[in-house]
């Protein structure tokens, strides 16, 4: 995880000052090795996975003799949930699947400390018998381009300063430097929807809340996700919490409201864990509370 004095961004310059800071920080020539710990994966045991990921690299430090550098870290939802619990490896993006506690240490031996790969943890086509290394390489993900989720099970949800190496809270400085009906007008444009059954285009229901009389207004995060079957909501909440709230600070701008609320179900607890941390760093850092990033929101 990467870590830095915390501070309060006062404006979109210390925010790029502190996002360089953070990736200047960055080791190089580290292994990385990345436990999803989402909720589907979680139930298959991914919790003890990644404790015993972190005593592999321990013992590895512990040992003397050449050594390699390993971080660990905890991520969110990779989408494929019927194969977990997964483990990525960087670099190499190496996805293995279906992981369980007997593997890590031959994934730890042949893979983070030795460069070879397991082949038996990768995805198997049905059709062709090929084995896949990468997620671009799986059927699964090549039909798909993930924008919302792209984020997921690459950086630590409970780490705002990943977000911001990510490029997190940048749309906010954007946002804040234009007029509020221009961010509705640019919603408008690109032909943003609402991602329940409905479809609901979001600038509408934005422009229908700006010029509606009366103080003050809100911004309601729905996460209750009431259709069977439908997650995407969790996945997002657990695992980049952050990307919740700046869109939330964003639509609260656009709307000119200054308080919003996340309704969470009972059944979603690792989102209400991380939601609450993202929520409790967004104040420490500044891009909640009073004048955030010095624009007087």
């Known amino acids: 995880m990467l870590t830095t004095e915390k501070q309060i961004v006062n404006s979109p310059q210390e925010l790029e000052a502190l996002r360089r800071k953070i990736r200047e920080k960055r080791k190089t020539g580290v292994k990385k ?3 999803c710990i989402g909720t589907g994966c979680a139930a298959k045991g991914s919790r003890a996975l990644f404790k015993m990921f972190a005593e592999a690299v321990d013992e590895q430090e512990g040992a003397g003799g050449p050594q390699v550098q390993v971080d660990t870290a905890c991520v969110g939802c ?11 490896i960087e670099p190499g993006d190496i996805l293995y699947q279906g992981v369980e506690e007997p593997d890590v240490e031959e994934i730890f031996r042949e893979t983070v400390l ?5 082949e038996r943890l990768l995805y198997q086509d049905p059709a062709s018998g090929s084995r896949a290394v990468t997620e671009e390489e799986i ?7 993930r924008i919302v989720l792209a984020a997921n099970g690459r950086i630590d949800p409970t780490s705002i300063e990943e ?13 804040l430097a234009m007029d509020p009906q221009d961010i509705i007008r640019e919603v408008e444009k690109s032909g943003l929807r609402g991602r ?15 010029e509606a009389p009366g103080e003050p207004r809100y911004v309601i995060c729905n996460g209750d996700e009431g259709d069977p079957g439908a997650f995407m909501d969790r996945s997002i909440m657990e695992g980049n919490p952050h990307q919740v709230l700046e869109g939330m ?4 701008y656009a709307i000119g409201a200054a308080q919003g609320y996340i309704y969470v179900r009972n059944e ?14 967004a104040r420490e850092y500044g891009f909640l509370g009073e004048n955030i990033l010095g624009s007087g929101f």
């Open 196 to 210: 329940g059954g409905g479809g609901f285009p979001t600038a509408r229901k934005w422009r229908s809340c700006r």
């Open 249 to 252: 600070i964003i639509g609260a």
């Open 163 to 175: 977000y911001i190496a990510w490029g997190g809270y940048a749309a906010l400085v954007k946002a």
């Open 139 to 145: 059927p699964f993900y090549r039909a798909q381009k």
């Open 78 to 88: 990779h989408g494929f949930c019927e194969r977990g619990p997964i483990v990525l």
């Open 268 to 281: 979603y607890p690792l989102a209400v864990e991380h939601l609450r941390l993202a929520i409790d760093r």
């Open 114 to 118: 030795g460069d070879r790969v397991v």
């Open 33 to 35: 090795v990345h436990v």
